[in-house]
C-alpha cells in the first residue's frame, strides 16, 4: 500500500470549534426533545389512571367487564 493511500484511509477530520459547539447544541436539543417526550408520556399516563379511577367509582360495574364490554355499555348509556 502506497504511503499517501494509507494516510488518507487514516485520515481524520478536525471539528473546529464553531462546528463542536454547534453539535453539542444540536446533542442538548435532543437530550431536551426526549425529556419533553417522556413527560408528556407521564402525564399521559397519569390522566389516563386517574379518568379510569373516576369511570370506576361512578360506574362500578365497569371493573367487571372487558374493554369491548365497556365500550359498548359506555356508547349505549351516552348515546
Known sequence: ????????Q???R???EG???LLQAQ???EEAQARDRVKERKARTRRLIQE?????????TAVGMD???LEHEL?????
Open 67 to 69: 374493554l369491548t364490554e
Open 52 to 60: 379510569g379511577a373516576i369511570l370506576e367509582k361512578v360506574f362500578p
Open 10 to 12: 487514516r485520515e481524520v
Open 27 to 29: 446533542h442538548r436539543l
Open 19 to 21: 462546528e463542536k459547539k
Open 75 to 79: 356508547e349505549r348509556k351516552l348515546n
Open 1 to 8: 500500500m502506497e504511503k499517501n493511500q494509507a494516510f488518507q
Open 14 to 16: 478536525i471539528v473546529t
